[in-house]
């Protein structure tokens, strides 16, 4: 079976697609040709529809078994295979496949301020005309209601961080030793130590590769009235060309979605009254992150902090226990 040996699990928006653009340059490793195949995230075809722009995303799924395996199939002999869904971590039944299948298979969790996390989350879909509500905090709390129209997890702004209970469901399918997890400030502050940890928890060879791809920073386009009629358009081909056999109106999307992010700013930094806003959701969740990893997150609840974390914050592999002694896990 052509199956991965490993996953980078999570989170969206926490620097996962660098980290598999890295990984791919390691001479050991395989990385699928498809970044996010989401095979693991159903059992059987993904849903039809869902909210905005929904719809268009589930016909890119690889769902069916053969398929998912062709992508590993070329991977030279002796490789270690890998993909990099970041939903994975936000999915329990996904977990719970992932070990039917590959039960010795290796997680790579990537966590990043929460706030901050959603704010990115909501810029990515806004900035493509697909999120109809321009207001971060107010985008936020129309959550609930979008989930009980069933609209995909993208869309699950808050909850994609609450990465305490998502760990602690993870580590009761996988065992701790098979799940690495750090910082996405980590990626940014120290990409060659934290590559080195990666192939240390992967058993492969170090110094293979020492840099992280630069992501593309999310557009945040002003909302002018341009923006808000591109946008309608956006939508309404959302609705309408996924439901025709071949998905003809694609490419057009695509157009339009880039349209609307020419000569756009990069995103902006989050307010403390947004951070205000969303921390008190997190509190509870960011406590029990701490205790399970023995790591201090308290700065995410900080005013001032920049890119998902405080300037000069001990990364997760370098820090202290709370017994004094390095950790790591």
Same mark, same amino acid.
């Given at each position: 079976?052509?199956?991965?040996?490993f996953f980078v699990a999570g989170a969206p928006k926490a620097g996962t697609t660098a980290l598999h653009a890295a990984l791919?340059? /390691?001479?050991?490793?395989?990385?699928?040709?498809?970044?996010?195949?989401?095979?693991?995230?159903?059992?059987?075809?993904p849903p039809a529809q869902g909210g905005p722009g929904d719809a268009k995303t589930y016909k890119e799924h690889i769902w069916r078994r053969a398929d998912y395996e062709a992508l590993f199939d070329i991977a030279p002999p002796g490789t270690l295979r890998g993909e990099s869904t970041p939903f994975y971590l936000y999915s329990h039944d996904a977990q719970r496949r992932i070990k039917a299948l590959v039960p010795d298979a290796r997680l790579i969790v990537v966590v990043r301020d929460p706030v901050e996390r959603a704010h990115s989350n909501w810029t990515h879909l806004w900035s493509a005309g697909l999120d109809p509500i321009d207001d971060f905090v107010k985008a936020c709390a129309a959550e609930d209601q979008r989930i009980a129209a069933?609209?995909?997890?993208?869309? /699950?702004?808050?909850?994609?961080?609450?990465?305490?209970?998502?760990?602690?469901r993870l580590y009761s399918v996988f065992p701790r030793g098979q799940v690495l997890v750090f910082r996405y400030r980590d990626l940014i502050d120290d990409p060659v130590g934290t590559l080195e940890r990666i192939c240390a928890f992967l058993g492969i060879e170090h110094g293979q590769i020492a840099e992280v791809p630069r992501e593309n920073v999310t557009a945040h386009p002003e909302p002018t009235r341009r923006h808000q009629n591109l946008s309608k358009v956006v939508r309404a081909c959302s609705a309408v060309t996924t439901q025709l056999p071949g998905h003809p109106g694609k490419i057009m999307i695509d157009r339009l979605e880039r349209r609307l992010q020419q000569g756009a700013a990069p995103r902006r930094p989050l307010t403390w009254a947004e951070r205000q806003a969303l921390i008190p959701y997190f509190e509870a969740d960011i406590r029990?992150?701490?205790?399970?990893?023995?790591?201090?997150?308290? /700065?995410?609840?900080?005013?001032?902090?920049?890119s998902g974390g405080l300037v000069g914050a001990r990364?997760?592999?370098?820090?202290?226990?709370?017994?004094?002694r390095p950790r790591e896990f």
């Open positions: 079976m052509a199956l991965p040996d791919a340059r /390691h001479p050991a490793l395989y990385m699928s040709a498809v970044k996010e195949p989401k095979f693991f995230l159903t059992d059987g075809p069933g609209w995909a997890d993208f869309w /699950h702004y808050k909850r994609l961080g609450l990465y305490g209970q998502q760990l602690q029990l992150l701490g205790d399970l990893t023995g790591e201090d997150f308290g /700065h995410w609840m900080a005013p001032r902090e920049q990364p997760l592999g370098q820090s202290q226990a709370r017994n004094g």
